[in-house]
Structures are given as C-alpha cells and as structure tokens.
C-alpha cells in the first residue's frame, strides 16, 4: 500500500500520559521512534519539541473524552494534527497496549486511512460550551421544577392544576408564602396577581392542603436551586452575545428560517460554525449532525436504517426548531412534514424536516443568501403529472370515473413552463 505521508506521528492519549509515536519511512524502510509524556504543560511542551525535533507532520490522536484538547491547544500551530473517531480507527482484536495503539494510528495516517473530525476554531468552541452548559443547567431548573411539583403533590396541594406556570409571577408568590409559612387559601390566593383563569372556588380548594415543616424546607431549598440557576443562565446568556457579537448578520439571518430563534441560531453556529468548506456538501452535513439513515447493507439486505448518534447537541435542537418550523401555515417545512408523515409517520417526517433545516442553514452560510421559503405548493409544481395520476387513482378507487381536461389557467402555464 502506498505511503502518503514519509513523515508523521500519532498519540495515544490518556488522562495522565501520552504515548508518542514517531512514523518515519526512507524508501522501504520504516523506522518508529516510541516515547511517553506527562499531560501536564511542560510534559506537553516537552512533546511538541520531540515532534519538532523529527518533523512529523501530520499527527493524529483519537477524540478521547476531554482528555485530547489540551494536547490540541499546546500543539496547534506547531504541527498539523488530525483529529480521529475512536470508533472509525478501531485496531483489529488481539494484543493491545498504548505503544501498539500509537504504532496503530500512525500507520493509518501514514497511508491516508484517517477520516479527520471536524474541530472548529478556538472561539467558536467558547461558544460551544457557552450553549452546551446552558442546556445542561436549563435541565437542571426543569429537574428542581419537577421536584417542587412533588412536594406540592405530597402537602396534597393541587396547585399545578390551578397555575400554568410554576415559576411564573402567581406560581412564585405562592410558594414564597407557603415557605413563609402561609397556609390560609385566601391568603395565598391574596398573593398572585388576580390573573389567574380558573374558578375561584376550584383555586380555594386546590390551595388548601396539609404543609409541614418539612414541606416548606424543601420548597425553600427547590426554589433556591432555581433562581440560582437561572441567574446562571442570565449571565450565560449576556456572555453569548458578546461572543456572537461580531456575527450577529449571519445569526440575524438565520433566524429568518421557519422555527429558527436566535437561540437555536446561536447553537447552531457554536456547533457547526460559520466556515462550510469544512464540509464538502450538504450531505456531509447532514451524515455529521446523523440526520441520515445508516449505511447497514449485508448481501444485498438492508439491516438497519435508525440513526447514528451523530451530533447530539445539534440533532435534538434541530428536531425542536423542526416542530416549530411545521407549525408555520404555508410553507415549504409544513407541506414536507405533512407529505411525509402520511406515509412514513411523524417521527420520520420530523427528522426529515430537521434535515431541510439543516440544509437551508448550510446552503446560506455558505452562499452568505437571505432565506427564500419555497411555499406550501413546492411539491405540487415540481411534478404535476405525478399529483394529477395520484388524485385520479384515489378518486377512481372511490369508484368514480375521471375525465381529466386542462383549464385555460392550467394551459397558460404549461405554456409559459
């Protein structure tokens, strides 16, 4: 098998060591050159100086939990690295150890057989983490809000029948005081802003309830986790528009897409960036965020078509962002879904649309183009003959004869197409 590259290195990497390996080919023959580093700074400094010292270049390591991005950001700028998918570079079974795996990876990069992983740059990853921790502490509020509704419940007080919003103005007040030690109805009642819709009688009776001492604690202790979280996500929230600050046109104009907030525009870019060269075409996009059946074809059989895991942060905002997008009467996402989901479901039709969305955010990124929705009738221009033989079918199975004759309208635009 041909080398393509005569010098290069590859690193197995772990949490408190790295293991070096130095791949170096004159003519036909192979010389690696096998070294162990510490992961701390001057351990890794001490590596790029080894790599330097032998001019490797490029040199791979495997995606390994959180442990590769240190070495990344010491080495970067000072050597070409490729970042590899553990499970695409899987050694075969048999004796393994860490020089082995090293030895492994350079091997495979040596001869090209190392698809690199999309790693963005450094402030787009900022903002990565920035969407990342405040879905993670969103979650969080959604956890304590679930275990306030469970303490209500066993104080038997039905006060999530009565308020749609627990945490909203009347919601509040309401816990604030009961934790104060409020238990009269008419009291509590006295507390909320007097918007409430249900009937003040079902309000009287839903507040009326056994609270402990015990109860209030937890109230107290719930619904201080809360705010404190959500001041979290304030402060996360004034730090994400500064960071989008410098391309907030590019955000502005995503979210001109159907179902697209400016915070899905924002965990948009902080997923796959502003650069689309990084990605060869749509499709690659696409197979990345794992918004595309699986390739599982055994002699001749398809075995599997679910998802891969692909870009979970992504895929699970973009399918959010798709239920909103369907929503929207009279357009291009809405006659999609509604074409798809009678024959393949809605949860197949919604990842599809999710993959549209996708798809649009690609091609305006690339092209830098505002959005231009392709309209509820999209699918019916594209092929008038195959809608007209489909109604036909449908209305002659009803047992109806169909004589089909073109109007002056229908004749004007065959014309003019």
């Not at 192979?30 to 351990?43: E, Q, S």
């Not at 393994?96 to 790693?119: E, N």
């Not at 409430?196 to 056994?210: C, D, I, S």
């Not at 009803?398 to 109007?407: D, E, F, M, S």
């Amino acid at each position: 098998m041909t080398s393509l590259y005569p010098r290069c290195g590859a690193l197995d990497v772990h949490k408190e060591t790295v293991v070096a390996c130095a791949r170096v080919q004159k003519g036909t023959r192979v010389n690696r050159d096998v070294a162990t580093f510490a992961t701390t700074t001057a351990g890794l400094c001490a590596l790029a100086d080894w790599l330097a010292a032998r001019r490797c270049s490029p040199v791979a390591m495997e995606a390994t939990g959180v442990y590769w991005k240190p070495v990344w950001h010491v080495l970067e700028g000072r050597c070409e690295l490729v970042l590899a998918n553990a499970a695409a570079v899987r050694n075969v079974p048999g004796r393994k150890s860490d020089v082995t795996d090293a030895v492994w990876l350079a091997d495979l990069l040596a001869h090209g057989l190392i698809r690199a992983s999309f790693v963005p740059p450094a402030p787009i990853q900022a903002l990565r983490d920035l969407t990342r921790t405040r879905k993670q502490l969103v979650r969080q509020v959604a956890q304590h809000t679930l275990r306030l509704q469970k303490t209500l419940e066993d104080a038997n007080l039905k006060i999530t029948g009565i308020v749609t919003d627990l945490l909203g103005p009347s919601g509040r007040a309401i816990l604030r005081a009961l934790i104060a030690g409020e238990t009269d109805p008419e009291r509590l009642l006295a507390h909320t802003t007097g918007r409430l819709r249900a009937p003040r009688a079902r309000l009287l009776a839903g507040l009326h309830g056994a609270v402990t001492a015990h109860h209030r604690f937890l109230l107290h202790l719930h619904l201080e986790q809360i705010e404190a979280l959500q001041r979290a996500i304030a402060q996360l929230e004034a730090r994400v528009a500064e960071l989008i600050a410098p391309v907030h046109e590019s955000v502005a104009r995503l979210t001109t897409i159907p179902g697209v907030s400016h915070l899905v525009a924002h965990v948009l870019v902080a997923e796959v960036g502003l650069d689309m060269t990084h990605f060869p075409s749509p499709a690659h996009l696409r197979s990345w965020a794992g918004l595309c059946p699986r390739l599982d074809e055994s002699a001749g059989k398809r075995r599997s078509t679910r998802l891969r895991p692909g870009a979970p942060w992504l895929k699970t905002t973009l399918v959010q962002a798709a239920w909103a997008a369907v929503k929207v009467k009279q357009s291009y996402f809405r006659a999609q879904f509604l074409r798809l989901r009678a024959r393949r479901g809605p949860k197949r039709a919604i990842v599809a649309v999710a993959a549209s969305l996708l798809t649009t955010v690609y091609c305006m990124l690339r092209d830098g183009t505002p959005y231009r929705d392709l309209g509820a009738t999209y699918f019916d221009q594209r092929d008038r003959s195959h809608t007209l033989r489909r109604l036909t079918r449908r209305i002659e199975a009803l047992g109806y004869h169909v004589a089909v004759r073109p109007t002056a309208s229908a004749r004007g635009l065959a014309i003019s197409s």
